[in-house]
């Protein structure tokens, strides 16, 4: 089961315990939170089997004394810290030799609108036999600019680690922030940041269906999703002053009150899941949209080891991981129940499309849920775990994402972050051998719409 | 699904912004607006956008130009998937020195007469958040000449079209101003 993920660490040399680790944690089933680097080596979260807080488990400093490399070939072997001089002879390196197998470069500048990312794909006539990533042209050192920081100065940062979801990264750094200091957040700003929460995905889900709609041709059904988008976005303009609801969240509750009421927020969502409804409706009648979706880009379910895959790339291949589930924030504890995170049995890019679509209606009714219900209790303060470090666990719209702050005397003395895309990115290289041709590409690539920008940290 | 759609549109106006007359960020594109549009960029202009280390946001407001709501093919503009057939290069982010080359390469790959516009806080106020971060270089300017600016963090697609019409208004002496 985990064999994928130990072959790949054993790639970086010497690092058999923490492959025992990880075998370990998989064996027991019990997902890795977060890994990152510091002083002591590497040092793996796994969720605590008592209480509240995660447990940290010190790997050592041994084999990990070039802590970059490590933690980042944790994440998956993409190949971070690239010399910058080299990046034309690294994409004519061949991966992969044979008889009538070519290289086709492709990136960092590509597709239409797009992040920089390097693909090398081997291909055997229209086969992709081989892909490699290669990731680093963008790196802005997030956690560099964050750290040694005023609090609010690197809110600013973590809110541009991805610029689609920076609500998402607002509510993981101020989870962290507030855990570490323990500070109280009131019942209706905990509501409101559910409710922003919710609409950031919605947002981004809406985005990524464009994007796969226009990735297969069908013009008029991208054209009506980008509409619905634009209208999410006009309204959070209206809501919040900002159209991708930056500069709101903040530690200790929201920046500033929101502007508009949420009082027509009901019949806007309700408005726009019948459209949604619609579109996957008339989607769904056309073949030329399905043919190209169906089978294509098939994970193998067997790879997923102890890095988990997690948001719609997990839950399409069945795995119900959601940490609004999991482990409630905010204000998710008392409107999640009777509800259960979307799970398909379908890892292609349909599945991956369907779990869109069903998040989406999901998120709908979690916001009337939040908006009937009573504001939820102001959060009593949590005894620390250790003096000055907090976690933030946020379920982002691309899923799973993981803040660790340690603060001294209102600055950040430290930070690490787990991105969802950094867990999935590994994927789609898997995703893309499976005998798929040249011509599924920018379907599969579409289908997955991981962020370059919070994998390039 | 056609007829449908034929008979809403002809019932009631299809949803299309219009010209943009006034910019909706707090800071205009920095270009004239009140010069005549070059001979060279008159009927149509091919963009190629380049990531030179973003945060996904300027992109995804790029990507909204081509919707509906804002269709910037009514201006004459089309993304290129090449920068072989682009006039203008659409530069965000940071500009991380591993993108420079790559920034290089694009603007060398481009013909003649060819535009560079900054876009977005990073790309035109030296990194915005990321200043001074190891690997970030921060200035365009020094990197390729820019013809002009379009701040914002994100710039909306309506500042982003008002921004490159600017920026093909005069484009001979903005780039000469550049320099």
């Known amino acids: 089961m985990a064999d994928w993920s130990v072959e790949m660490v054993r790639d970086t040399g010497g690092a058999d315990a923490l492959a025992d680790v990880l075998s370990q944690l998989a064996a027991e089933g019990s997902p890795l939170v977060h890994a990152f680097v510091g002083t002591r080596g590497l040092t793996l979260v796994v969720p605590s089997r008592h209480g509240h807080h995660p447990e940290e488990v010190a790997v050592g400093a041994g084999p990990f004394s070039r802590p970059t490399r490590a933690g980042h070939e944790l994440f998956g072997g993409l190949e971070h810290n690239l010399p910058p ?23 960092p500048v590509r597709g239409d609108v797009s992040e920089s990312l390097a693909y090398q794909l081997v291909v055997l006539g229209d086969e992709i036999h081989h892909v490699r ?59 409101a940041r559910v409710v922003l929460a919710e609409l950031e995905r919605i947002t981004s889900h809406v985005g990524d269906l464009a994007l796969l709609a226009a990735s297969t041709g069908t013009v008029a059904a991208a ?34 009150p929101l502007s508009g009421s949420l009082g027509d927020l009901g019949a806007l969502l309700k408005a726009i899941a019948g459209q949604v409804r619609d579109i996957a409706g008339a989607l769904e009648r056309t073949n030329s949209y399905l043919d190209r979706l169906h089978n294509a880009g098939r994970l193998p379910v067997h790879a997923d080891g102890a890095v988990y895959w997690t948001g719609f790339v997990g839950k399409s291949a069945g795995l119900r991981r959601d940490w609004r589930w999991d482990r409630p ?37 979690l916001v009337e849920r939040m908006l ?25 719209p691309r899923g799973r994402l993981c803040y660790r702050l340690e603060l001294e005397g209102g600055r950040v003395h430290a930070a690490s ?40 940290l | 699904m056609f007829y449908k759609r034929w008979l809403i549109h002809y019932l009631q106006r299809p949803a299309v912004t219009s010209f943009p007359r006034g910019a909706d960020g707090a800071a205009p594109a920095h270009a004239p607006q009140d010069v005549a549009p070059d001979k060279l960029f008159r009927q149509s202009l091919a963009l190629r956008q380049l990531d030179g280390g973003s945060c996904n946001g300027c992109e995804a ?85 820019v ?33």
């Open chain 1, 85 to 107: 001089s080299i990046w034309r002879h690294a994409s004519r390196r061949r991966p992969v030799r044979g008889r009538g197998l070519h290289l086709m470069p492709l990136g």
């Open chain 2, 147 to 179: 013809a002009a600016r379009i701040p914002g963090c994100p710039p909306t697609p309506n500042d982003l079209l008002a921004g490159l019409l600017a920026a093909v208004g005069r484009p001979a002496a903005l780039a000469a101003e550049a320099r």
């Open chain 2, 61 to 145: 407001e790029i990507q909204l130009l081509g919707s509906p709501v804002y269709d910037l093919s009514r201006f004459g503009f089309t993304l290129s998937p090449s920068p072989r057939h682009a006039d203008l290069l659409l530069v965000t982010g940071v500009v991380t020195e591993a993108l420079v080359p790559v920034i290089h390469a694009t603007y060398e790959a481009m013909p003649e007469p060819r535009l560079v516009v900054a876009v977005g806080a990073c790309a035109t106020e030296d990194g915005g958040v990321f200043r001074g971060m190891p690997g970030a270089v921060g200035r365009l300017d020094g990197v390729v000449p």
């Open chain 1, 372 to 396: 009937a219900s009573e504001a939820p209790a102001a959060r009593k303060m949590r005894s620390a775990g250790r003096a000055g470090v907090g976690y933030g666990l946020v379920e982002a």
């Open chain 1, 133 to 191: 990533l290669r990731a680093g042209y963008k790196r802005r050192h997030v956690v560099q600019a964050m750290a040694g920081a005023e609090i609010d100065a690197a809110l600013l940062v973590a809110e541009r680690v991805t610029g689609t979801s920076p609500v998402a990264h607002a509510l993981a750094f101020s989870e962290a922030a507030e855990e570490a200091q323990g500070r109280a957040v009131s019942g209706d700003d905990r509501r």
């Open chain 1, 417 to 456: 972050v787990t991105t969802a895309s950094q867990l999935n990115w590994p994927a789609v290289p898997l995703a893309l051998e499976q005998h798929n041709i040249l011509q599924d590409f920018p379907i599969i690539d579409a289908s997955f719409s991981l962020a370059v920008a919070a994998l390039d």
């Open chain 1, 223 to 256: 054209a009506d999703w980008l509409r619905i988008k634009e209208r999410l976005l006009r309204y959070q303009a209206e809501l919040t002053g900002h159209r991708y609801l930056r500069g709101v969240v903040a530690p200790g509750g929201l920046h500033h």
């Open chain 1, 329 to 365: 924030y905010a204000g998710y504890q008392g409107i999640t129940a009777q509800m259960l995170p979307v799970s398909l049995d379908r890892p292609d890019a349909y599945g991956r499309a369907r779990v869109r679509l069903e998040e989406i209606q999901q998120s709908v009714a």
